[in-house]
């Protein structure tokens, strides 16, 4: 089946505008994380999303960032008044159900948007 | 808080010889352990995984990692490297029980693999 579908896969934008990037999971899966790939470091957690509990936001930089999920399905992630620091590729990945025990389900990657704030 | 650490940038191995690419965790309990590539422009594929058994993991395109728990270790390993083997390699752990699936990944290890 279709993988993990990311949109646009590139953007560039000026400094100060607000940008949305679109995740699609793989059908059925109920997890869906977000992570931010900057140049010269590795990924970095955003936030996750799991069936309808409360997202865990503990990974976004700042409040300028926010995401959503609607329908359990596709997410957007909105970084608002976009800084250059914002630069980077930013990943979403979703993983199907977490079985009981707490097993860890493989996360499965899309290929990423890939933002410049000029 | 766990953490990963894979202390090459960059890994230069001749075709048809091994390679090995290091990992090493830091986690309370029983880790789960990931490894990742990434191919230019692309997004991160799933090579393998070590959840609980047997020590020795076998994946994707011939990869295996062993896990080590007294030296906290789970390197990267393929027995006669390909120069397609030329990406980028990450190495993730999530630490069970914390209720929190995130990912945890190291800074990446390049691999150049030279005919």
């Known amino acids: ?118 | 808080a766990q953490s990963v650490a894979q202390p090459e940038d960059q890994v230069n191995v001749a075709e048809g010889n091994p390679l090995t690419v290091k990992c090493t965790y830091s986690v309370s309990g029983n880790p789960y352990l990931f490894w990742y590539v990434q191919y230019p422009n692309r997004g991160l594929q799933f090579l393998l995984k070590y959840i609980t058994g047997d020590n020795l993991v076998k994946g994707s395109y011939g990869f295996e990692a062993e896990f080590n728990k007294s030296q906290t270790s789970f390197h990267l390993k393929k027995p006669s490297a390909l120069v397609s083997d030329s990406a980028l390699y990450f190495c993730a752990v999530r630490a069970p029980g914390t209720g929190f699936q995130k990912l945890v990944f190291g800074t990446g290890t390049r691999l150049l693999v030279s005919p």
């Open chain 1, 1 to 118: 089946g279709a993988g993990v579908s990311q949109s646009p896969s590139n953007k560039v934008t000026e400094k100060g505008k607000d940008v949305e990037l679109r995740c699609d999971p793989i059908s059925g899966h109920t997890a869906l994380y977000w992570y931010r790939q900057s140049l010269g470091q590795g990924l970095e957690f955003l936030i996750y999303f799991q069936g309808n509990s409360a997202p865990d936001k503990s990974g976004l930089p700042s409040d300028r960032f926010s995401a959503e999920r609607t329908g359990g399905s596709v997410s957007t992630l909105t970084i608002q008044r976009t800084q250059q620091e914002d630069s980077a590729v930013y990943l979403c990945a979703s993983s199907s159900k977490i079985r009981a025990g707490g097993r860890q389900e493989t996360q499965y990657f899309g290929p990423g948007t890939r933002l410049l704030v000029l």
